[in-house]
Every structure is written in C-alpha cells, then in structure tokens.
C-alpha cells in the first residue's frame, strides 16, 4: 500500500473520492467555529505574553521611580508579580485548551467516517491498552504512569488491531522519567508464529528494560537494515523466513510514515507488537492555524494508518 504500485495509487485516488464525497463536507461545517476559536487563541496568547513580561519589568520599574517608597494599594494587589504571572499562564493555559477541545469535538464526528473506510474500527479518546500486554512484548521497560490518547481498535484481514498513542513515566512524585512515548500497536496474528522475536534499534536496544541478551542474535541479508537494527529471537529460521525483503522495507517505511525517533517490534507467542517513539503529537487533526479542510493532515493520517495495516499485509503473506 505504501509503494508506488498501481493498487496502492489506486487506493490513495479511492481514498482521496471518499474524503471530497463523505468527509470534506462534514468538516467544512465546522470551518466557521475554527475561525472563532482561533481568534480567541490568538487574543489568549497576545495578552498571556505581556502580563508574563510584565511581572519581570514593572517591579523594577517602579523601584526605580519611586525608590524605597512604599507601593499603594492597588500596586500591591493587581500589579503584583505573581498576580499578573497567574493571569499569563492562565491565558496559554486557555489558548491549548481551546485548541485540544476544538480538535475532540471534531474527531467525535470525523473519526466514524474515516475508519468506516478501512473497515471495522473503532476510536475511544483516553482508552489504555492493559499494563500487562506492554510487559509481554517486551518493548516497553517498567513504568508507574500510563497516560493515553487516541486509541484504535477492530479487525483488518482477520487479525485483531489495537493501536494506542501513549506516554509512560517511572518513579513517583518529583522523581519521574520519561519510559515511552509514542504509538504502540498490537496485533493479534491467531497463529503461534515465532516465539520471542525482537527488532530493536541499535542505538536503543540496550535501553529497552528486559532481557533481550539473552536471545541468540539473527543475522539477516538485508546490510542497510543491519545497520539500523538488531534482531534477536529463539528460532532463527523462523526469524530469517518472517523477516524477509517485503517486511523489511515496510517496516523501514513505518519509521519514515511516522517520522519516529526510533522503532522497535517483537513477535510473542500469537501476538506481533510495535513500540513507536515520537516526539510529537500523532494523529492530529483539526489544527486552529489550519482552514478544516486542509487535506495535507487527513493525508498525514491516511498514510500513518495504512502503514500499520501494511504490516498486518505481508505478516499475512508470509504466515501463508
């Protein structure tokens, strides 16, 4: 899906028919609320940048004016550093919420549409996928807080799909360290495939909490994707077979869909799992900068989701 064959043209051009048709026409209904909303951000980080400066400035002076002299009354209360430092930052605080609540309230209508396209699935807004299936891929190290944003779950060629976009912290209190963040995807491949195969980045591998050294390291035909990755599993004929050229280059293109940091995959028992560390914000729609119909985001999207489910493709192919 991701080349440039003629199915995967063809499926871009139906793509693009299916958006100008069933959602284009949705989402301009909201292309008058976004202008609204935009120009309250705009006010709300226009007045937030002069009070925060101005709780640095006006107090020095004002000691340079009036010297020792005690300030009046209402000096003290609305000229009050703090006081007009609270009001700033409760300003940026007001612009990213209107932001955040624009965005939700667009993807509650939109995301029906868009992933009726694909199939059957379905989008939850903060549903978290089990701490347990984090500790068995084995891609994610120990953590304390799991925060969650968009999830995506259904079925695609008969595989079970879960895709999260998630954060993770370890320790507690002031004491805390970023663990993960990014998209982290289970699929359900209903078959015992390989039993302990991980694809790890070289310039990650050792960070990733678990005991991945003590799997026999797979050594694989592909010197680019030497280069990048390391792959260790218990069975490496089966690791050789189901890594062979048509994955590769689709899971080298996942990292570039994503624009990820890094990447990292393991296949455990039935289940085939992807940790995709990112440093930004994924699946973002319905920008206020943006005029709502900007196609250029649903793009983004449109090529981010097929990229996994061309994963799910060739795992099929090759289970075969």
């Given at each position: ?7 995967a ?19 301009e ?36 004016i ?7 009354l ?14 700033g ?20 209508a ?9 199939g ?65 995807v ?29 799997l ?6 592909d ?27 689709r899971?080298k ?34 920008d ?5 119909t ?27």
């Open positions: 899906m991701l080349s440039t064959t003629t199915d043209i063809e499926y871009r051009r139906t793509f693009r028919e299916y958006y100008l048709q069933s959602i284009a026409p949705i989402l209904k909201y292309e008058p609320q976004r202008k609204i909303k935009q120009i309250q951000q705009a006010v709300a980080v226009v007045i937030s940048v002069p009070l925060c400066a101005a709780s640095l400035l006006v107090p020095l002076l004002y000691s340079m009036a010297g020792d002299a005690e300030p009046p209402p000096f003290n209360i609305l000229l009050h550093p703090l006081f007009l430092v609270v009001l930052v409760s300003g940026v605080v007001w612009a990213v919420f209107l932001g955040r609540n624009f965005e939700n309230l667009v993807k509650k939109m995301m029906p549409l868009f992933l009726s396209f694909f059957d699935f379905i989008w939850k807004s903060k549903e978290k996928i089990p701490k347990d299936e984090f500790q068995k891929s084995m891609l994610i190290g120990d953590f304390t807080t799991h925060k969650a944003d968009d999830y995506f779950e259904g079925t695609y060629r008969d595989s079970t799909f879960v895709l999260s976009e998630c954060g993770m912290l370890n320790g507690g209190g002031k004491y805390q360290w970023p663990v993960f963040g990014g998209i982290f289970k699929i359900d491949l209903h078959k015992n495939v390989i039993s302990k195969t991980i694809i790890a980045e070289k310039s990650v591998a050792g960070k990733i909490l678990q005991p991945i050294y003590t026999p390291h797979v050594n694989l035909e010197p680019e994707f030497e280069k990048m990755f390391d792959v260790y599993s218990q069975d490496q004929v089966g690791a050789r077979y189901l890594l062979n050229p048509a994955f590769i280059e899971f293109q996942l990292k570039d869909v994503f624009k990820a940091k890094y990447i990292r995959a393991s296949f455990v028992d039935n289940s085939f799992y992807i940790a995709i560390q990112r440093e930004k914000d994924t699946f973002k729609l319905a206020l900068r943006k005029p709502i900007d196609s250029n985001q649903m793009q983004e999207f449109f090529e981010q989701f097929v990229a996994i489910l061309s994963i799910i493709d060739i795992l099929k192919l090759n289970l075969k």
